[in-house]
């Protein structure tokens, strides 16, 4: 807890940083506020498309303009637009917290350079994570051959087994996205390689893990927490889009930020502090 403690009281000191993560935030959900079809609406555009399908296939503008209605066209710009703001937000942002914890403080000079120091290195990050990301769709793939065989061969009795297994490699997922915690953030800290740091937050990881486990349940609960009470303003145009992207960006910088000081902690001169991670304080 100590050192959560910590990066709420520095991201709320250096307030700046929470900057790129908020109009990263809040830019594509004002894309898509009140472009929200409701049930009804819905049902008649389906209708429509059923009863008149000839009619859409030969007229494109018909067709757009279903489509912008029931909302996929903002909803696919707004994709794109928070795919290329994050591409700036989260480079910036770990940049800024670098600078921060070195020096500090943060300043709006600072901005420029966080972001072309790390735009670099987060690309690098995002092809890797792709890359890990389809050898473990592919070896989701094989797993559940395995297990589909397991119960063809055992019949109904096999599907306990399925579903153990299934249990199984849901907890599995869920670990391996919190051995990764520390990946970008061991390029930006010690400027090491993808695969270097990647090799380095497992290690770091696996000291920490229910550390890591408790403070992400800790800051997910007080963030649904804050987004129910925003509900309450939700007769006050745009003040509640505008709340919520700001909670959560302040959620995701102060775990990013809480994140990088756990990873100094394990630097080898802070030996004694390595001693206390693996306990929620």
């Not at 910590?6 to 935030?25: E, G, M, Q, R």
């Amino acid at each position: 807890m100590k050192y959560f403690e910590d990066a709420f009281k520095f991201v709320t000191k250096n307030y700046l940083i929470v900057i790129p993560v908020f109009i990263a935030t809040l830019v594509p959900a004002l894309l898509v506020m009140g472009s929200t079809p409701t049930a009804a609406d819905l049902q008649v555009i389906l209708s429509d498309f059923q009863q008149y399908p000839d009619y859409f296939l030969n007229n494109p503008d018909a067709l757009f303009e279903a489509l912008r209605a029931a909302g996929i066209g903002n909803s696919a710009s707004s994709g794109a637009i928070s795919t290329i703001l994050s591409f700036m937000a989260i480079p910036m942002t770990a940049g800024l917290l670098k600078l921060g914890l070195n020096k500090g403080s943060v300043s709006i000079n600072d901005f420029a350079l966080a972001l072309g120091s790390n735009i670099g290195k987060y690309l690098r990050y995002f092809l890797a994570t792709i890359l890990f990301f389809v050898v473990f769709i592919v070896a989701l793939i094989v797993y559940f051959m395995i297990m589909l065989s397991i119960l063809a061969a055992m019949g109904e009795s096999g599907i306990l087994v399925f579903f153990l297994g299934l249990i199984l490699w849901i907890i599995v997922s869920v670990a391996v996205a919190f051995f990764l915690s520390f990946w970008f953030g061991g390029m930006v800290l010690d400027d090491l390689g993808v695969w270097a740091a990647l090799k380095k937050s497992f290690s770091i990881a696996k000291r920490c893990f229910w550390t890591l486990l408790g403070i992400a349940l800790l800051i997910a609960v007080v963030e649904g927490i804050l987004g129910g009470v925003v509900g309450f303003f939700t007769f006050i145009p745009l003040l509640p889009t505008i709340l919520n992207s700001a909670v959560t960006a302040v959620a995701s910088v102060v775990h990013m930020a809480f994140l990088f000081m756990l990873y100094r902690s394990f630097q080898p001169s802070d030996k004694v502090e390595m001693d206390d991670v693996n306990v929620i304080y």
